[in-house]
């Protein structure tokens, strides 16, 4: 074939996509309309559903790390331990492995959760104290039960040091 033959190919070829699926202007309006028509059905189901959402949230529990996928977990126990100040006074919901720490100083047992990143190579906690009066080790889960804490975030003071710690409501053992 010659030059010019290839060149009425390609020309045809360049201008198939370019003009054969080309809308009416009826066909842009009725899926115009149809948009329109799935954005009214959204709006009003999704404000409430936000509603239900907030205010269950609102009235509960501010930080719920539960709902989050892995990564994210780690990524807002990373902020947490990083801003404290940010969450104070704070209700945080967590889901975490039981640990036990005695002090090597004292009488003292500190208790926490800890929580795995997504890979399950590295590991962040909590201190917490469970709200009330309560006995290690009648009172609490076995060591590396899986539990699930609710609380409000505090700190403390010891030996001059700052530290925070969840005072719990809630503990709930998983497993």
Same mark, same amino acid.
């Given at each position: 074939?010659?030059?010019?033959?290839?060149?009425?190919?390609?020309?045809?070829?360049?201008?198939?996509?370019?003009?054969?699926?080309?809308?009416?202007?009826?066909?842009? %309006?009725?899926?115009?309309? %149809?948009?329109?028509?799935?954005?009214?059905?959204?709006?009003?189901? %999704?404000? %409430?559903?936000?509603?239900?959402?907030?205010?269950?949230?609102?009235?509960?529990?501010?930080?719920?790390?539960?709902?989050?996928?892995?990564?994210?977990?780690?990524?807002?126990?990373?902020?947490?331990?990083?801003?404290?100040?940010?969450?104070?006074?704070?209700?945080?919901?967590?889901?975490?492995?039981?640990?036990?720490?005695?002090?090597?100083?004292?009488?003292?047992?500190?208790?926490?959760?800890?929580?795995?990143?997504?890979?399950?190579?590295?590991?962040?906690?909590?201190?917490?104290?469970?709200?009330?009066?309560?006995?290690?080790?009648?009172?609490?889960?076995?060591?590396?039960?899986?539990?699930?804490?609710?609380?409000?975030?505090?700190?403390?003071?010891?030996?001059?040091?700052?530290?925070?710690?969840?005072?719990?409501?809630?503990?709930?053992?998983?497993?």
């Amino acid at each position: 074939m010659g030059k010019k033959t290839w060149l009425i190919i390609l020309c045809f070829v360049v201008m198939i996509p370019l003009f054969g699926c080309s809308k009416s202007d009826e066909d842009e %309006q009725s899926s115009q309309e %149809q948009v329109e028509e799935l954005s009214e059905d959204k709006e009003a189901p %999704q404000s %409430q559903r936000e509603e239900s959402i907030s205010n269950e949230t609102e009235e509960s529990v501010d930080v719920d790390l539960t709902k989050l996928s892995s990564t994210m977990v780690y990524s807002e126990v990373y902020n947490i331990i990083m801003v404290p100040d940010d969450y104070i006074g704070k209700t945080i919901k967590m889901k975490g492995f039981f640990r036990v720490y005695p002090s090597l100083e004292t009488d003292a047992v500190y208790f926490a959760v800890v929580i795995p990143d997504a890979t399950a190579c590295c590991e962040q906690g909590f201190e917490f104290v469970l709200r009330g009066e309560h006995t290690y080790p009648e009172d609490y889960p076995t060591e590396d039960a899986e539990i699930e804490i609710t609380g409000v975030l505090e700190t403390y003071e010891e030996d001059g040091l700052e530290y925070f710690y969840v005072v719990a409501d809630e503990l709930v053992i998983l497993e």
